[in-house]
């Protein structure tokens, strides 16, 4: 087996990756970038010309992009059952990349203090915060997992950023986010992340 090689940096979208690695069960290597990874960094830009992380390489396979990560990782290694079978990925497809698109573009806007004028809102991607929250609240009241009626690589990463933006006070912690959350971060392939990424910090700041 061709080994799996994650580029990331400290306190970064990184950890969506890692995470999802720890699901696919694989052996995986990690080359650890400063934050911040200069646009000279020539090496890096090669594999990434945003210069962001997180990247994997598998072969002669670059992905970089979260989303795309998760989506790659899951049909990569099937035998993990991270992707349910084509015929129930409607809402697979769908919920991820809401969460990378709509929910992404919100919370940011909302970040930053922008909010869509109402008449405007016909003509922006996702409409505007609300309805965004407001529709994420109502698909995740009903269903413990968002796709498939299990646990898939949608939920790593639509848990990584509903997560990451209540932690930091960006999106509203209305109970049905809290729950789902709660739900994840039980898993232990999150939790050996998490640990992971807590050993991480603590090596560079030493």
């Not at 994650?6 to 970064?12: D, F, V």
């Not at 789902?180 to 990424?197: D, F, G, K, S, V």
């Amino acid at each position: 087996m061709t080994t799996v090689r994650l580029y990331t940096s400290p306190a970064s979208r990184g950890e969506i990756a890692r995470w999802m690695l720890e699901e696919s069960g694989i052996p995986y290597d990690i080359s650890v970038l400063p934050a911040g990874v200069s646009r000279t960094d020539a090496a890096f830009l090669k594999l990434n010309p945003m210069a962001k992380v997180p990247v994997v390489v598998h072969g002669d396979t670059v992905v970089s992009e979260a989303a795309a990560i998760c989506l790659y990782l899951a049909d990569a290694f099937p035998a993990a059952g991270l992707a349910p079978a084509v015929a129930e990925r409607g809402d697979y497809y769908r919920w991820l990349t809401f969460a990378a698109g709509p929910l992404e573009a919100a919370l940011t806007d909302h970040m930053l203090g922008f909010e869509v004028p109402d008449q405007l809102i016909k003509s922006v991607g996702y409409g505007c915060y609300a309805d965004v929250l407001d529709t994420l609240e109502g698909v995740l009241t009903t269903r413990e997992y968002i796709a498939a009626d299990r646990f898939t690589a949608a939920d790593v990463y639509l848990g990584s950023k509903i997560g990451f933006y209540m932690k930091f006070g960006v999106m509203e912690k209305r109970p049905a986010f809290i729950d789902y959350c709660q739900r994840l971060h039980q898993r232990p392939a999150y939790i050996r992340a998490q640990q992971q990424e807590a050993e991480l910090l603590e090596q560079l700041s030493d």
